[in-house]
Structures are given as C-alpha cells and as structure tokens.
C-alpha cells in the first residue's frame, strides 16, 4: 500500500513537470513567432529602388530615407543578426557634428532583450552611409542557466522511482526506518512539486514583462515619419536626438483619463538662429503629437474651477449658515417674548385671584363682625 502511494505521486509529480515543460515549449514557440515579425522590419523599411517600366519611362523614385533613418535600419539589421532571439526594447540616436570637419555622425544605442528578460546592447556609429563602430554588449543576466539545468537534473533525479528491494532486504529493514523514508520521499517530491509550480510562475510573469517592453517596430511610425510630425509642431530647427520606448507608463500618467500604453517617440529639435530647443512627443502609433503643456494647463485650468467651485461652495455655505443663525435668533427671541408674555399674564392671573380672596376674605370678616356686634 505505501508503495502504492509513492508511485501515485511520482505520476502526480510526472504529470506537472510535464505541464510545466509544456507552458515553457508554447512560450518559446511564441518567442520565436515574435522574433521573425521583428526581423521583417529591416526589409519591410528598406527604400525602393527607381524602375522603368515596359516603355522604357521611369516610374517617380520613392521618397530617400534621412541618412538618421539608413543608419537605423542598419544598427537594427546587426542587432537582429548578432541576437537573433531577442527584441528590441528601446533605440536612441544621437546626431553629432564634428568641429573641425563639421562631419556629421548619428550615435545609436539599440536596447533589447529575449524572452527569459536577458539584455543585450549594440553601441555604433554611422557616418557617410558606413558603419564606423560597432561594440555588443550584454547586461546581467535575470535568469542562470546552468544554475536552472541544475535544479531540473535534481528534480528528475529526485523523482525516479527507487529500485524494487529484495525480499530479503525489506524484511531486514525495521518498520519506522522505513516509515521514515518514505516521509521522507513524500516531503521531497512535494517539494519538487512546489519548485515546479513556482518556476511556471515566474516564467509567467517573465512573459509578461516581456511583452510589456519588447517594441514592436511594425506597428510604430518610422524615425523619419517621427522627424517630420516634429518639425511640423517646432516650426524650425532640426532633429539631433530621438528616443523610442515602450516604458511610457510614468508619462502617460500624466494625461489622466486619456492615458494608454503606447510607446513615444521623444525628440529634441533644436533651432540655432534662435538659440532655442524644444522637446516634443509623439505617440509612436498613432503619430499624435502629445503637448505636455496643454494637459497641464488644462489640468491647472481644473484645478482652478474646482478652487472656485470650492470657494463659491463655501461662501453659500457660510451664507447659509448666517441666515439659519438669524433665524434661530430671531424665533428665540419671539420665543422669549412669548414666554414672557404667557408669565406675565399667569403673575397678572395670580395677583387678580389673590386679590379677590383677599376681598372675598374681608368681607366674611365684616359679615362676622356684624353678626357678632347684633347678637351682642
């Protein structure tokens, strides 16, 4: 019977460890799904090249892409073949200019990461259509395998039924020794069971942050399309540093009931003649320009009416509370008048009845007296 038992949670403890491998086996799938959306965005945003037609005419060439945008397209197609597994989860570009040579460079820190939140970094410069420099990098790791590999050879280890004992050999063994290993069997593989059911946790939870910061390039406006809705808000100047991110909550916050999850791109435009920079944000979507300064004039002008509101609130209040004071008063005040008309009539009352026994009592006095001076 105790046999029985411990094989029925070896298939218990089978079955999970099945599940969990499972869970893991569908999320990769996903990864990789997500990895190959991610790496048709270099080819997808790659200019188009001027063809003739059948009459020999050219069709008009596409737009050229900005030498800020080729570059780009390729920091983003060696990061994606250095890292083939990983997603992008922020991009920044930095314009320079050469003092001497008036060269100028775009600087590209391109941030991703992969599905077990592993970061990984691609620091590289452009100039005059060529990659200059190119340094990979990767952060620290959330997650060690080997210490992962580890775990997992254990628990299968731990879970192997043990080997069929000879007759002989169990009939040697005294029974609270035996007892005792088997507690000890069960305490294991129930602990196994709870490694188990918090590494699927955490891989959950992985996933999820995952999909919170991974970008996705495909749905976002492109640097140039974000270059064009900025200079369009600035009125003049030029770009020198862009910034997509999807880690937007704390901004987004910032526009109340209208708040969403969409990543940004923020620029910095610079105008030299009027010595002047601006920073403008734009939703990486839906390319709608996000005027911080509107919301929060609007959200001053709010506060303002909620304070005039209050005041006007509390003025009628006071109002109020005077003219119900008033009228306490002056129902007090008939109040006292008629108590005292009411005592006054009652002493009135009172006096008049004491009076008239005085009189009733005098003259029963002079009756007596007569009747007392005729019998005499």
Known sequence: MKKSLRQMLTVTLSAVLLAGASTSFVAAQEESGSTEETSSVVSESAPEESTADESGAEEVPAEEMSEAQTGLDEALALFETEYPESSIAKINV??????????????????????????????????????????????????????????????????????????????????????????????????????????????AEETA????????????????????????????????????????????????????????????????????????????????????????????????????????????????SAESTEEAAEESAESTEEAAEESAESTEEAAEESADAVESDAEEAVESAESETEAN
């Open 209 to 320: 942050e995952f999909e919170e910061r991974a970008l996705d390039l495909e749905q976002t406006i492109t640097l140039d399309e974000a270059t064009e809705i900025a200079l369009t808000e600035a009125g003049s100047g030029e770009v020198v540093e862009w910034t997509l991110e999807s880690d937007t909550a704390e901004f987004w916050g910032l526009f109340g009931d209208e708040a969403n999850e969409n990543p940004i791109w923020v620029m910095d435009v610079e105008d030299m003649d009027a010595d002047n920079e601006t920073e403008v944000h734009v939703d990486a979507i839906t390319g709608e320009v996000l005027n911080l300064d509107e919301v929060q004039e609007d959200a001053a002008e709010a506060q303002g009416e909620a304070a005039e509101e209050s005041a006007e609130s509390t003025e009628e209040a006071v109002e109020e």
């Open 94 to 203: 930095e314009r320079t200019v050469d003092d001497e040579t008036e060269e100028v460079s775009f600087e590209y820190d391109i941030e991703g990461l992969d599905a077990e939140l592993n970061e990984y970094e691609l620091d590289l410069v452009y100039t005059n259509g060529e990659v200059v420099e190119s340094e990979f990098s990767e952060g620290w790791l959330n997650n060690d395998d080997e210490d992962q590999e580890g775990a997992e050879s254990v628990s299968v280890d731990e879970n192997q039924a043990p080997p069929l004992e000879s007759d002989e050999a169990s009939s040697e063994e005294a029974p609270a020794e035996e007892a005792s290993t088997e507690a000890e069997e069960v305490a294991s593989d129930a602990e196994s069971v709870q490694e188990s059911a918090e590494s699927t946790e955490e891989s």
